[in-house]
């Protein structure tokens, strides 16, 4: 059982709009991660962070920022929102000890 | 050509048959494998993971693993409609770990009552 949270779940938000994404973990894993994913496609990894201080874009570019202050969270922040930014983000966490990825139920962004 | 290639289907089979979901990777070096659920507007959910070559069997689930062929497979017995989702396999690259799993672009199956 994956202890995962992001809130919020759903966000309605106008053009221009600053927001931020939440994403917390209670299971103590160092590697944590961000995708974006738009209805019937695939997976893209869009940044990644190992541990504390630590974040990596990954293989999407993104025009959002994230920041792991504490290893339990991972923030994922747009300073201008689009409505190109329309899609749901996930985060997910992997152990040290462990490969096992799990995912958080998800953000579905909308922006109008 | 993608790290991991996975038929995007959909795969049909009525209820009660075997489903047969298959995978092939690129990375000679890849380490381990995971095969997602994936519900309409859900977020993947972990079913089974292997690391070494042959059968890996968790209740009706299945997972097959030839390294040499660089091959997985995810076997669903005793279908049942509520198993109707996309599968999404993985693969863990042979580095040191710290980036994400790699993974396919999913294949939906629809299990006909």
């Known amino acids: 059982e994956a202890d995962i949270y992001q809130t919020p779940r759903y966000l309605v938000i106008g053009t221009g709009k600053k927001i931020t994404l939440e994403c917390s973990q209670t299971?103590?894993?160092?590697?944590m991660y961000w995708y974006q994913q738009d209805p019937g496609m695939e997976l893209h990894l869009i940044h990644y962070s190992y541990g504390v201080n630590s974040t990596e874009k990954g293989d999407l570019s993104s025009e959002s920022t994230v920041s792991r202050i504490r290893t339990e969270h991972f923030p994922l922040t747009l300073e201008s929102a689009r409505p190109s930014h329309t899609s749901q983000y996930l985060c997910?966490?992997?152990?040290?000890?462990?490969?096992?990825?799990?995912f958080g139920p998800g953000t579905r962004l909308t922006v109008t | 050509q993608k790290e991991v290639e996975q038929n995007s289907g959909p795969l049909s089979v009525p209820e009660g048959a075997i489903a047969s979901l298959n995978c092939t990777y690129s990375d000679r070096g890849s380490q381990s494998f995971f095969w997602y659920r994936q519900y309409s507007g859900k977020s993947p959910e972990l079913i089974m993971f292997?690391?070494?070559?042959g059968d890996k069997e968790d209740g009706r689930f299945t997972a097959q693993l030839n390294k040499a062929s660089q091959y997985v497979s995810l076997l669903i017995r005793d279908s049942q409609p509520s198993d109707s989702a996309t599968y999404l396999c993985?693969?863990?690259?042979?580095?040191?770990?710290?980036?994400?799993?790699?993974f396919g672009s999913g294949t939906r199956l629809q299990v006909q009552p």
């Open positions: 299971m103590g894993h160092d590697k």
């Open positions: 292997i690391y070494s070559n």
């Open positions: 993985a693969a863990r690259g042979g580095d040191t770990g710290r980036r994400a799993l790699t």
């Open positions: 997910a966490s992997t152990g040290t000890e462990t490969y096992e990825q799990y």
